[in-house]
């Protein structure tokens, strides 16, 4: 437990003491953030902030995890590089977008290639670990269920679903990596317990279960250290926000959060502990289809956390009621390991 607690520390304490490097820097190479025209008009006066923030926490994850998992990365490797595979796809987007001024970054098509390509080779990967397999937990129960040539399109499309719902749930200052915080120290607890008391997916004998243990109290100091991460952003995103994490640091946890998921194989409680993020995918879903089959909204504006906005609630109060219900969620999903 100790290397988590120090993988967060550390993770906190590089991202707070790289911001005030990388936000001025931002400013001067201006790359402000560009504000639809149509979203909620209190948004606008955010234009021009800095975006492309989520360097500064993705130094922090990458630092603490390499430092303090030593012990074992046959999970915990494949889960950073996951990360940072996926922070590179959305710094493409977020330096198009400031490039051009606008809000136009990376093509859907040219995204939806690259996000699949990553999600593809880690679920290959996780499907042939001998320390995860092709099966995962049902929750609230000892049972697991096996998916046998299902596992792998269903893990790609767990991956750039969750992906995509931490993008879209960025949408207001501090609240993905708020959220985010609460999933990842959740994580942290549920990785290190099962490190005590779970066996591996198959009878590998007593050497092999010590290094599952071992992986999976390295998964733990890796969600300990994007804890660690979006609790030092918080310093500069929280409102009013100083700097914004863009794409580049949305996707990169959406890859991180994705990987804790697949890694853990408690991948059906993702829904439920990132019920905010399914969310912000679902209104966004739900308001297309509405609108292309009986051209009327369902909410004010989606993502869900805007028709909360325009609904009158401040920011910071959407903020703490999404947060507050994450860790309500996470909390009843810790008893599905007792």
């Known amino acids: 437990m100790k290397y988590a607690i120090y993988a967060l520390l550390l993770s906190a304490a590089v991202t707070m003491v790289s911001g ?14 560009s504000e ?11 234009a021009g902030t800095p975006t492309m923030g989520g360097i500064t926490f993705i130094l ?84 697991e269920w096996e998916l046998g040539a299902f596992y792998i399109p269903v893990i790609v499309f767990v991956i750039i679903g969750t992906v995509n719902a931490v993008n879209l749930t960025d949408g207001l200052d501090g609240l993905a990596s708020g959220v985010s915080l609460v999933y990842s120290m959740a994580m942290t607890v549920i990785f290190l317990y099962m490190a005590s008391i779970m066996d591996a997916p198959v009878d590998m004998g007593q050497a092999r279960q010590t290094q599952y243990a071992a992986e999976l109290n390295s998964m733990a100091v890796f969600a300990a250290a994007v804890a660690g991460g979006c609790l030092g952003f918080l310093r500069f995103n929280s409102f009013p926000a100083k700097v914004f994490m863009g794409d580049t640091g949305s996707l990169a946890l959406g890859g991180a959060i994705a990987a804790m998921a697949v890694f853990s194989r408690a991948v059906l409680l993702l829904p439920i502990m990132g019920a905010c993020f399914v969310a912000s995918a679902v209104s966004v879903i739900l308001q297309v289809g509405s609108y292309k089959l009986r051209r009327k909204r369902i909410f004010k504006m989606a993502p869900l956390h805007h028709h909360f906005e325009l609904l009158g609630y401040s920011e910071t109060k959407i903020v703490a009621g999404y947060m507050i219900v994450t860790t309500l969620l996470c909390l009843v999903c810790l008893l599905a390991f007792q």
């Open 20 to 33: 005030p490097v990388l936000i001025p820097l931002l400013h001067k190479l201006k790359f402000g953030q």
């Open 36 to 46: 639809r025209k149509l979203g909620p008009q209190t948004h606008l006066r955010k």
């Open 60 to 143: 922090g994850i990458v630092a603490a995890t390499m430092i303090f998992a030593y012990s074992a990365s046959e999970l915990v490797m494949p889960a950073l590089l996951m990360t940072v595979a996926f922070a590179l796809v959305g710094f493409m987007d977020d330096f198009l977008k400031v490039k051009k001024h606008n809000t136009d970054g990376l093509r859907a098509y040219q995204k939806i290639i690259a996000q699949f390509l990553i999600a593809l080779i880690i679920a290959v990967y996780a499907q042939r670990s001998p320390f995860i397999g092709t099966s995962i937990y049902l929750p609230f129960s000892k049972v």
